[in-house]
Antibody, heavy 120, light 107 residues
C-alpha cells in the first residue's frame, strides 16, 4: 500500500527556519514525482513545486521560486520542504503528494498534511 | 502561467440530482493534462479524474470528466450524500496550477 507520512504540526516565529518532511513507503520512491501543495486557512489549493527523487530534478511554481526549497533523500525515501525565514503569511496546511505515474504529475496519493503556524 | 477559473463558486443541489462543474483555462491545456480532485473538510484531496476524462482507481462511475483545449467539465450524474465537498481542477502541463474550487453543498 502506498503511504505518504508527513511530519507533525509546527509552531514557529517569523524569521525562523523550518524543514518539514514526507516519507514515502509501499512503492519505488525514486520512480515517481513528489509534489508540495499549500492550502492557506479557508482557501484553495496552490501548487508549489515537485521533485523527482531519482535524479533530483526539481521544478517550482513561479509564485514559490526562491521562497522555499524542495529536496529529497532517496536513501530514506523522504522528501522535504524548507523555509529559511518564515513569514506570518506562510501559515497554512502543507500537503505532499505522489504522482500517478513516473511521467504525469497529477497526484494520485496524498500525505495527511502538516499544519504550519507562524506567529509572534 | 495558465489560470484556471472554476464556476460556479457554489452549487446547491439535493441528493440524487446531477451536478455539472466547469473549469475554464486561460490558455489551451496541452494533451488534456487536466485533473479533478475532491476535498472534504479536514481531509487531503482525492484524485477523481486525470487526462480530462479518465477515472482514477476506485472512483465510482457516477463521476465523469469531459472537455479539451480551454473548457473542461466534471459531471456527477446522481449526487450521493458523500459527494458534497469542494472540487478542484488542476492542469498539470507546464507549470501546474489549480483552479479556485467549486463547493457542492446540500440544498
Amino acid at each position: 500500500e502506498v503511504q505518504l507520512v508527513q511530519s507533525g504540526a509546527e509552531v514557529k516565529k517569523p524569521g525562523e527556519s523550518l524543514k518539514i518532511s514526507c516519507k514515502g513507503s509501499g512503492y519505488s520512491f525514486t520512480s515517481y514525482w513528489i509534489g508540495w501543495v499549500r492550502q492557506m486557512p479557508g482557501k484553495g489549493l496552490e501548487w508549489m513545486g515537485i521533485i523527482y527523487p531519482g535524479d533530483s530534478d526539481t521544478r517550482y511554481s513561479p509564485s514559490f521560486q526562491g521562497q522555499v526549497t524542495i529536496s529529497a533523500d532517496k536513501s530514506i525515501s523522504t522528501a522535504y520542504l524548507q523555509w529559511s525565514s518564515l513569514k506570518a503569511s506562510d501559515t497554512a496546511m502543507y500537503y505532499c503528494a505522489r504522482s500517478r505515474d513516473g511521467y504525469n504529475i497529477d497526484f494520485q496519493h496524498w500525505g495527511q498534511g502538516t499544519l504550519v503556524t507562524v506567529s509572534s | 502561467e495558465i489560470v484556471l477559473t472554476q464556476s460556479p463558486g457554489t452549487l446547491s443541489l439535493s441528493p440524487g440530482e446531477r451536478a455539472t462543474l466547469s473549469c475554464r483555462a486561460s490558455q489551451s491545456v496541452s494533451s488534456s493534462y487536466l485533473a479533478w480532485y475532491q476535498q472534504k473538510p479536514g481531509q487531503a484531496p482525492r484524485l477523481l479524474i486525470y487526462g480530462a476524462s479518465s477515472r482514477a482507481t476506485g472512483i465510482p462511475d457516477r463521476f465523469s470528466g469531459s472537455g479539451s483545449g480551454t473548457d473542461f467539465t466534471l459531471t456527477i450524474s446522481r449526487l450521493e450524500p458523500e459527494d458534497f465537498a469542494v472540487y478542484y481542477c488542476q492542469q498539470y502541463g507546464s507549470s501546474p496550477t489549480f483552479g479556485g474550487g467549486t463547493k457542492v453543498e446540500i440544498k
